[in-house]
């Protein structure tokens, strides 16, 4: 319980601090949404371009096990096993899943390039 004095001014010294602050995480939210860009995806084989878009997560077969490539991920190369890719992108409610032969990634700068040796979409 607040212990003002003046019970007036504490209302509206109370009720300016909650504006503020709710104001205040509107803007956050506009800036996150129209600044927090998604990360460029690119999957190659071999004979085509299989993927060029946005995602927001990259979900990877390593060859030590599955791991995932977020927005702002530390630069990576990595080899790749057989096995299931899966495309997140904040704009879409259904994944994107596709199973690959083998291959590399690279995510540098917001940006995953995929070489798989072979690839099939689910």
Do not use: W
């Amino acid at each position: 319980m607040c212990r003002c004095a003046d019970v007036q001014m504490c209302k509206l010294k109370h009720l300016h601090i909650y504006e503020s602050t709710h104001s205040n995480i509107k803007n956050i939210r506009t800036f996150a949404h129209t600044h927090i860009r998604n990360m460029t995806l690119e999957i190659l084989t071999p004979d085509k371009t299989v993927y060029e878009g946005e995602a927001t997560s990259v979900i990877l077969p390593g060859t030590l096990g599955f791991f995932e490539i977020l927005n702002h991920h530390a630069p990576i190369i990595s080899t790749l096993e057989d096995g299931k890719v899966t495309v997140r992108n904040g704009a879409s409610v259904k994944d994107e899943v596709y199973f690959i032969k083998g291959g590399v990634v690279e995510a540098s700068n917001n940006k995953i390039i995929i070489l798989a040796e072979g690839i099939q979409q689910k």
